[in-house]
């Protein structure tokens, strides 16, 4: 999949302060490709290591498992319901409920990376649970609507763009009222 430059350059925007923290965030508008930014981001996590996606709904896990696979060439485990990931899996995509409640079956050191899909939701007790349990990832939170609180838990915004920069850069269609 062909990025768009925008998407590029959050990529390598969110390398560039991952290099210099544990974590960061970017704010990118609805219809930007937040889940191809970060499948992207999850594909440069070189082998053997591991990716974690959380989202706190079913339908953005499945959305999350497509296109890891389709950018991947991986199908990516699943860990929710009833399915278990096994530990060899390179992707792991779960609901951070889920995850709450079998973090324990992965070692602290298990992820090199774990994603907080629509991260604005992160400070909440259960997802700062989650993200905080794996010591050695870097935390990487993408999200339209960012807060205050997200934005200091991930201390570092590394890019934003705006619904109107897409606008104008002719990815979305004008808003017509």
Not at 89 to 115: E, G, I, P, Y
Request: charged share 25%; with cysteine; glycine share 6%.
């Amino acid at each position: 999949m062909r990025l768009r430059p925008y998407q590029a350059d959050l990529i390598h925007l969110a390398l560039d302060a991952l290099r210099g923290s544990d974590r960061c965030m970017i704010e990118a508008a609805t219809g930007a490709g937040k889940t191809v930014i970060f499948c992207e981001l999850a594909k440069l996590v070189p082998a053997p290591k591991k990716v974690l996606v959380l989202a706190h709904r079913h339908e953005l896990v499945g959305q999350a498992a497509e296109k890891l696979e389709a950018m991947t060439g991986i199908a990516p485990a699943i860990e929710s319901g009833k399915s278990k990931a096994p530990m060899d899996a390179r992707f792991v995509v779960s609901t951070v409920q889920a995850m709450n409640r079998r973090k324990v079956r992965f070692s602290r050191d298990h992820f090199r990376l774990v994603v907080a899909d629509e991260c604005h939701h992160a400070t909440s007790n259960q997802w700062k649970t989650v993200l905080e349990y794996w010591t050695d990832a870097k935390l990487f939170g993408v999200t339209a609507t960012p807060t205050p609180e997200a934005e200091e838990f991930f201390q570092i915004v590394a890019g934003r763009i705006t619904l109107a920069e897409l606008i104008q850069q002719g990815y979305l269609a004008p808003i017509k009222v």
